[in-house]
């Protein structure tokens, strides 16, 4: 039987590598190549991929959407997203902007402001749809 947190993983997941996708593919001349540079691969790793993206979606969906699931709101899933994407792509962007010689503002800004929504809309729509399965059971 497929369970409510089953819905919302899968559709976080889903959501989130879509909108990423897009994201990474309208940005990345527009803003990674330029202010990178000499810094980016000219693909990336799939590998290191797969494990962030694997272990970023559990830990929004135990630390937003199940929080959310538990409210019965998606609302609630919505701003825990945004504050665990903002931690999290904080984390990344400001140790790069401190340790990294020639590390743009322009990309850090951009990468906090995405991640925060991406994360935002990957946890709401994860919880929003789990909200919706559970409902018709």
Same mark, same amino acid.
């Given at each position: ?59 929004? !969906?135990? %630390? $937003?959407? @199940?929080? #959310? ?6 609302? =609630?899933? /919505?701003?825990? +997203?945004? *504050?665990?994407?903002?931690v999290a792509y904080a984390t990344?962007?400001? !140790?790069? %902007? $401190?340790? @990294?010689? #020639? ?6 800004? =951009?990468? /906090?402001?995405? +991640?925060? *929504? ?12 789990? %909200? ?6």
């Amino acid at each position: 039987m497929v369970t409510g947190w089953m819905v919302a993983i899968v559709v976080s997941a889903v959501t989130m590598l879509v909108l990423d996708g897009i994201w990474l593919s309208l940005m990345a001349s527009r803003l990674y190549r330029p202010g990178l540079g000499g810094m980016l691969r000219d693909s990336f790793a799939l590998p290191p991929a797969i494990v962030f993206y694997v272990v970023y979606v559990i830990g929004f !969906t135990v %630390l $937003a959407v @199940l929080p #959310g699931l538990s409210a019965g709101r998606w609302t =609630a899933a /919505l701003w825990r +997203g945004a *504050v665990f994407g903002f931690v999290a792509y904080a984390t990344y962007d400001l !140790t790069n %902007l $401190a340790t @990294l010689r #020639g590390w743009p503002l322009s990309v850090t800004l =951009a990468d /906090l402001a995405w +991640g925060t *929504v991406l994360t935002a809309l990957a946890a709401a729509s994860g919880a929003a749809a789990a %909200l919706w399965w559970t409902s018709r059971l």
